[in-house]
Every structure is written in structure tokens, then in C-alpha cells.
T-cell receptor, first 109, second 111 residues
Framework: KNEVEQSPQNLTAQEGEFITINCSYS?????LHWLQQHPGGGIVSLFM???GKKKHGRLIATINIQEKHSSLHITASHPRDSAVYIC???????????FGDGTTLTVKP | NAGVTQTPKFRVLKTGQSMTLLCAQD?????MYWYRQDPGMGLRLIHY???????AKGEVPDGYNVSRLKKQNFLLGLESAAPSQTSVYFC??????????FGPGTRLTVL
């Protein structure tokens, strides 16, 4: 069983919808990361969380350390949000990370 | 700032050939990582480095070697390529705070 589980695996939404992607993990962590990978392949870091909640534009990330769970929310989704969203956990200061398999999001106009 | 760059972007090898992938970063980061990404699987750590002159094995190190002779460069070598090493390879670097910056990737096909 992967230490990091994401759901759903695939998600299709209509433009404007509110989207939630979930990430559960099974070990103690130093930080949790949300990454975005566009069809061209490049990977961009969206958030790093160790507690609470962070917001950047239409993206919101939350983490519950006790429940070992994080969510990524996208408000007012847009076709340009179509990408693979990857959850990753860091297990120490070295920054070695374990990655989820990703959630493929498609937003239709 | 170029961030993290990778060379080459694409490569096709025959089984048994060797090659070196170059990763360069201009952010003065101590930590650097090599990952592979395969369809339906998450990124997996091959090797990493916590500073110039140091390297360590990750989750899937077999068949690969690395070197970090200069702080800004992290090289990944395949001595005798195998079809199982067909993958997309990503390099990343990390400074402080704990955020990784990824290169654009190298798509490698081994025939």
C-alpha cells in the first residue's frame, strides 16, 4: 500500500465548479506538498503545508495532521486548471519525498 | 534566473548504451534529487545529494550512478541502458524553506 493515497484518480468538471482533491498518508511527516503537472510535463510546486491552511488565488490547501489528511480546493475552476495534481509528503529535513500517483483534472468549458 | 535546467530534453538509446543526464540549478541550493516518472506511478526517487561532493541512494537506485562535483550540477549516469529504464526523468533542487523546484524533464527511450 502506497504511503500516499490520492482521490479521485480522475476528475472531470464543468468550468466554474468547486473542486476538491484529497490526499491521505500513513506516516508522520515534516511537510506535505501539492504539485501541479501540466500536459507539457513541467512540475510546479503549489503549496507546502505543515499545519492549517494556505490560499493562493483560487487555490486553497488544508491539512489535518491528526487525521493525516490534506485537501486541495479549486474555486471557480477554469479549463486552464486542467492538469495532474500531485500530493507529496516529506519525511525529514533532507527533503526526501514520497509522491502520490496524481489526480488528473479536466475542466470543460 | 533559469531555475533548474536539464540536458538533454529527449534521448533514444539502444540497450547497452551509456549516457549522462545533466541537471543544473542557479539558486545555490544544497539539496538536489533525481526522480523517474512512469505511467500510472508516482515520482520515485533514484538518488539525491545533500551538498557538493555527497550522494545517496533513493528508492530505485539500481542501474544508475550520480555525481555532484559542483554544487550547481547533479549528473545522472546510465552505464548500460535497459528497456526498463525507459521513463521521464526529473531533476529537482531544494533550498530553504522546504520547497522543491523541478526541471522540465528528460524523456528517455531505451530500445
Amino acid at each position: 500500500k502506497n504511503e500516499v493515497e490520492q482521490s479521485p484518480q480522475n476528475l472531470t468538471a464543468q468550468e466554474g465548479e468547486f473542486i476538491t482533491i484529497n490526499c491521505s498518508y500513513s506516516v508522520g511527516i515534516s511537510a506535505l506538498h501539492w504539485l501541479q503537472q501540466h500536459p507539457g510535463g513541467g512540475i510546479v510546486s503549489l503549496f507546502m503545508l505543515s499545519s492549517g491552511k494556505k490560499k493562493h488565488g483560487r487555490l486553497i490547501a488544508t491539512i489535518n495532521i491528526q487525521e493525516k489528511h490534506s485537501s486541495l480546493h479549486i474555486t471557480a475552476s477554469h479549463p486552464r486548471d486542467s492538469a495532474v495534481y500531485i500530493c507529496a509528503i516529506s519525511l525529514g529535513s533532507i527533503g526526501k519525498s514520497t509522491f502520490g500517483d496524481g489526480t488528473t483534472l479536466t475542466v470543460k468549458p | 534566473n533559469a531555475g533548474v535546467t536539464q540536458t538533454p530534453k529527449f534521448r533514444v538509446l539502444k540497450t547497452g548504451q551509456s549516457m549522462t543526464l545533466l541537471c543544473a540549478q542557479d539558486m545555490n541550493h544544497e539539496y538536489m534529487y533525481w526522480y523517474r516518472q512512469d505511467p500510472g506511478m508516482g515520482l520515485r526517487l533514484i538518488h539525491y545529494s545533500v551538498g557538493e561532493g555527497t550522494t545517496a541512494k533513493g528508492e530505485v537506485p539500481d542501474g544508475y550512478n550520480v555525481s555532484r562535483l559542483k554544487k550547481q550540477n547533479f549528473l545522472l549516469g546510465l552505464e548500460s541502458a535497459a528497456p526498463s529504464q525507459t521513463s521521464v526523468y526529473f531533476c529537482a533542487s531544494k533550498g530553504d524553506p522546504d520547497t522543491q523546484y523541478f526541471g522540465p524533464g528528460t524523456r528517455l527511450t531505451v530500445l
